[in-house]
């Protein structure tokens, strides 16, 4: 099966001929499931850290992807970042884009 590049998504996506999920389940019929688990899977890791560090949460900053044992800042408005509390980066190529749409 070919591979789709970005623009030609974009073409189909533009022409109304499908959308990104669409294109994205023919190819992959299993993603959605796949996708789940993978989400329930970092749910619940995060559930299993805030037994020990309340306030933990993850993080993402310029593609990392990061669990901190606590807030990334601080509760007053305009507080400076944490980064002393990451304790874990992405690994194996992990890399989170972040920013606005």
Not at 9 to 22: K, M, N, P, R, V
Not at 51 to 72: K, M, Q, W
């Amino acid at each position: 099966m070919k591979k789709i590049t970005q623009q030609e998504a974009l073409d189909i996506i533009a022409s109304g001929e499908d959308d990104a999920y669409g294109l994205l389940t023919d190819r992959m019929p299993t993603i959605e499931r796949r996708w789940g688990r993978l989400c329930l899977s970092m749910v619940n890791l995060l559930k299993d850290v805030r037994v020990h560090f309340p306030d933990a949460e993850y993080y993402t900053a310029s593609g990392g992807f990061n669990l901190l044992i606590g807030r990334s800042h601080g509760d007053a408005p305009g507080a400076p970042p944490q980064s002393q509390l990451e304790a874990l980066g992405g690994t194996n190529g992990v890399r989170v884009g972040d920013g606005d749409f």
